[in-house]
Nanobody
């Protein structure tokens, strides 16, 4: 069982930056691939980024490449998402999730956090 808690969301102006964090419970954090997803109002949840348990592979959605950076610290059981050059279209609830293997599809993830709201004003 893995419990995930996101933090770091907020209201920012376009062009600004944010660092989202996800803290995981449990002693097996390093065995899980971790992903970030987002869901904007009226839209389906979409994949943002994912990282393997040891960090040797990272995937990004095309829409965020070059602006988003996913990292993890297994000693602290955290995964982070750095977002630069924020755009109004980045406004969404951002979720972190844990899976046995790295994936871009949400249905491959077994554990989810409650989400953190990111709102970008123009």
């Amino acid at each position: 069982q893995v419990q995930l808690v996101e933090s770091g969301g907020g209201l920012v102006q376009a062009g600004g930056s944010l660092r989202l964090s996800c803290a995981a419970s449990g002693r097996t954090f390093s065995t899980y691939a971790m992903g970030w997803f987002r869901q904007a109002p009226g839209k389906e949840r979409e994949f943002v980024a994912a990282i393997t348990g040891n960090g040797d592979r990272i995937y990004y959605a095309d829409s965020v490449k070059g602006r988003f950076t996913i990292t993890r610290d297994n000693a602290k059981s955290t995964v982070n998402l750095r977002i630069n050059s924020l755009k109004p279209e980045d406004t969404a609830v951002y979720y972190c999730a844990a899976a046995q293997r790295i994936a871009t599809m949400g249905n491959n993830y077994n554990y989810w956090g409650q989400g953190t709201q990111v709102t970008v004003s123009s």
